[in-house]
């Protein structure tokens, strides 16, 4: 039987009146990519927070490869097996570059050298200057190197392209499919949502403290009530909107986006008013309007109840 690298069970939280967890499941495989995505307030750090042991739950358990965790005591070859790298990290800023990758390299006997961890941030040119004096970008890729001193099982990565540019941030992605490749289990939060949809096996939505859907980018994108279909034509928006199913309309000039939650028959509508119409789409919804959807729907829900 495979043991799991991060199993979570029934995890609540309060602070006072205000419940920030609510009975959060999940559980994390080797070699999966998991993505916590949730709104400002959700409750993702501090389901992270309590992961590490940061915090302490009200109720639930923590289980981290088979073993109960409770607080920040964990034994040293548990220790081995974990990364992490928190959104919000520093270094002493008068360390170089190779001063902080040989310090991380001494805390594990058979993790990265010094070196290596330098390469791994790509910082190679960078290697004898301060912490400090690093770019926001650079600052990140040494701290994700950093995580990955150990050569850990278990990685997690809070906003790791934070402050990075395009190509930095896809250099990253690829360095994290690297690590699925090689069996490691990666727990990852991001606001960047094209991050998500690229990395993830299997995401989970967090809103105010419950997963309110889980699944495949694929399957998030499919539980949404509509496609967006995008053409050119010379409907005013009156008769575009008149169309069955069509929710929203967006148009710039004659190019227009429709979002319709019965696009067939509205594709089929399109055609017998217009016949001059052209570059017709039928397109999937992003993960973007996807997330939007599912949080608004969990918010709507919440005030009715209230």
């Known amino acids: 039987m495979n043991i799991l690298p991060l199993q979570v069970n029934g995890l609540s939280k309060r602070y006072a009146a205000n419940t920030v967890l609510a009975g ?7 070699g999966e990519v998991l993505c916590i995505l949730g709104p400002n307030g959700a409750g993702k750090t501090t389901l992270i927070s309590i992961i590490l042991g940061l915090l302490k739950a009200d109720s639930g358990e923590v289980r981290l ?12 070859a548990l220790r081995q097996k974990l990364g992490v790298m928190m959104q919000i990290g ?15 390299s001494s805390y594990y006997a058979n993790g990265y050298s010094a070196a290596e ?4 941030a790509g910082l190679e040119q960078h290697s004898k200057q301060r912490f400090g ?31 990075m540019d395009v190509a930095a941030r896809r250099s990253l992605w690829q360095q994290i499919r690297q690590l699925k490749q090689q069996g490691v289990a990666v727990v990852l939060t991001t606001h960047y949502l094209e991050e998500a949809e690229q990395l993830a096996d299997r995401i989970l939505v967090l809103d105010q403290g419950v997963i309110v859907a889980g699944g495949s980018p694929a399957e998030l994108k499919a539980l949404t009530q509509y496609k967006v279909i995008s053409c050119h034509s ?3 928006n009156a008769a575009l909107l008149a169309l069955p199913g069509v929710q929203q309309l967006n148009r710039d000039n004659n190019h227009i986006i429709l979002h319709s939650c019965q ?4 594709v089929k509508a399109l055609l017998l008013a217009d016949e001059s119409l052209h570059q017709l789409e039928v397109l999937p919804v992003a993960l973007e309007q996807a997330f939007l959807q599912l949080t608004q729907a969990s918010q709507t829900t919440e005030e009715q109840a209230a």
Do not use: H, M, Y
């Open 133 to 163: 004096r690093l770019s926001g970008g650079q600052k990140q890729r040494l701290l994700f190197a950093l995580a990955l001193a150990a050569k850990p099982q278990l990685v997690f990565l809070d906003e790791p392209t934070l402050g």
């Open 24 to 30: 959060v499941d999940l559980t994390l495989a080797a």
């Open 117 to 120: 961890l330098v390469a791994l």
């Open 65 to 76: 490869f088979g073993q109960l965790q409770a607080g920040i005591s964990r034994s040293n």
């Open 234 to 236: 010379v409907l005013d």
């Open 263 to 266: 696009p067939e028959q509205t």
């Open 90 to 104: 520093s270094l002493s800023a008068n360390l170089t570059v190779f001063e902080q990758c040989d310090l991380f």
